[in-house]
């Protein structure tokens, strides 16, 4: 195991920040400083890795096999959209070309930056420094590549690969910066400001170029249009920093704060959402899977939406934990007035702020696709009673029994299947991560109090799972005794004004089919 005198003999031995000989001796130290600098070093050239071998998999256009392609058609299927540009009834439009500016700046800033790095492995090598000159080559190397793919390949949406890269440059110094600050500005801190500046411009720019290259119709308002019905909401031809902020529904709170709000102020639904796209798309699924039930229907189109909406989720439900327990360290840590300290209490309060940022933006997406499981599955259940209803025999006037008149069709079942079933059933795809995400906020809550109160802190499970045992049966009852009755005299007087409207025409029943 390296000591402390041979770390000193390595051209790029770190700061040892403090560590006493007996540390070194013991390995933790040795591999704290190699985990740092494998971090630091290999990680952009990982994202790097990643994106050469992914245009070199679209350049060469191999096909797979197929049983590899069949496995992999069917593990992506739940993460693909219901609907695509093929599947509308508008036509598609096609965005104008990127601007020119945009794309001559994103290879300037990647040009840069990859002479920067350069400059920077010329120092290293003068100043013999191993560990720098590595990860200015790799910088240097792969900036270039970027530059390169982005004057090739223009590209027309939002470069997600080269975002991604870019920000693993910006992300790394800012936190060395926060984590690692001690009070005082050095070279090094200066020289780290500056290396983010290009990545940074690189990201915000890149994030400008629409998130789709076509647009379904040529009805879809643009950010400087007045809100109106003539056009369809504008989240078919956003931005990627735009959706992200969701800034492209301003436009409707300025029409809001000028007067009342009408229908013909407000946009239509996008066309991925328009029911007849939906109940065309219905058809296809129903011809292809015909003993596939409704349920499974509404579940294989709303997956990506539900698996998304589970995940995120799932994220606020496990790190909304984590602010308390930075809390708990940041001032377990300020009773000492040491820099090491002061250095873990300025890490957990990054981490908290991170956490709250993520909470927010998380809540936006979340929001975002489970109102897309809410209308998709609403539409669809419309569609649906709409088709079942126009296939079965109005029987309004008729005399029936009672086995008859559960098969019947009359206005008062369909418009109860309209107006309840189908709502109550899109609420609940609404509702549908917190099936999964309720079980692990209850268990990371009681390991929380059990770490604190000890086994005394289950005491109040086994009342919570009294009182549901008493309150299940009363609750049921409840639901039933109302939702039926209200039902059925919805039923019945839907039925009877609809054969007074009908019969007070005079048209015989037997003309009306």
Excluded at 9 to 37: C, K, N
Excluded at 155 to 170: C, E, M, N, R
Excluded at 289 to 307: A, E, V
Excluded at 377 to 396: N, P, S, W, Y
């Amino acid at each position: 195991m390296l000591g402390l005198e041979t770390w000193q003999l390595i051209p790029f031995a770190p700061f040892q920040d403090g560590l006493s000989q007996s540390d070194w001796d013991s390995g933790a130290a040795t591999l704290r400083v190699m985990e740092r600098y494998s971090f630091e070093v290999f990680m952009p050239a990982v994202f790097a890795l990643v994106m050469i071998l992914h245009d070199c998999v679209i350049a060469s256009k191999l096909s797979s096999p197929k049983p590899v392609s069949r496995a992999w058609k069917t593990l992506s299927f739940p993460f693909r959209n219901f609907l695509h540009l093929e599947d509308l009834e508008e036509p598609a439009i096609r965005i104008v070309g990127s601007s020119v500016t945009t794309l001559r700046l994103l290879s300037v800033f990647a040009t840069l930056q990859s002479t920067g790095w350069l400059g920077f492995f010329v120092y290293s090598l003068v100043l013999q420094d191993v560990q720098m000159i590595i990860q200015s080559i790799l910088a240097a190397i792969t900036w270039a590549y970027a530059s390169l793919r982005v004057t090739m390949v223009p590209p027309s949406t939002p470069p997600y690969l080269l975002i991604i890269f870019a920000s693993a440059h910006v992300l790394i110094p800012v936190v060395e910066l926060v984590i690692g600050s001690d009070g005082i500005y050095h070279r090094e801190t200066v020289l780290k400001v500056l290396s983010f500046i290009c990545p940074l411009a690189f990201v915000w720019l890149a994030g400008t170029l629409p998130l789709r290259a076509v647009t379904p119709g040529d009805m879809v308002a643009k950010p400087d249009d007045v809100p109106s019905v003539t056009q369809t909401c504008p989240e078919d031809g956003v931005n990627l920093w735009s959706w992200s902020t969701f800034s492209f529904v301003e436009p409707i709170f300025a029409v809001a704060t000028q007067h009342t709000l009408n229908d013909s102020d407000v946009w239509r639904l996008s066309p991925f959402f328009g029911h007849k796209n939906l109940f065309n798309k219905c058809l296809e699924y129903r011809a292809r899977h015909p003993k596939h039930s409704l349920l499974r229907f509404l579940l294989t189109s709303n997956s990506l939406d539900l698996i998304l909406d589970v995940v995120l989720e799932l994220w606020s439900a496990i790190i909304g934990f984590v602010p308390p327990y930075a809390l708990k360290e940041i001032l377990a840590v300020l009773s000492e007035d040491t820099p090491e300290s002061r250095r873990t209490a300025y890490y957990w309060a990054f981490i908290t702020f991170i956490a709250h940022l993520s909470f927010a933006q998380v809540d936006l997406f979340q929001q975002w696709h489970t109102r897309r499981c809410y209308e998709r599955t609403r539409g669809q259940l419309f569609c649906t009673i709409h088709h079942k209803a126009l296939k079965r025999e109005d029987v309004a006037g008729k005399v029936t029994s009672k086995n008859e008149a559960n098969k019947s069709a009359d206005l008062g079942r369909i418009v109860n299947l309209m107006q309840g079933d189908s709502y109550a059933v899109a609420q609940r795809f609404w509702e549908f991560s917190a099936l999964f995400a309720s079980p692990v906020r209850l268990v990371i809550a009681l390991v929380f109090l059990y770490k604190i109160m000890g086994w005394s802190a289950l005491s109040g499970v086994v009342i919570v799972l009294v009182a549901y045992v008493l309150n299940y049966p009363l609750a049921k009852y409840n639901v039933y005794v109302g939702g039926h009755s209200r039902v059925t005299a919805l039923h019945d007087d839907l039925g009877a004004d609809n054969e007074t409207i009908v019969e007070g025409q005079g048209c015989p029943y037997e003309y009306r089919e």
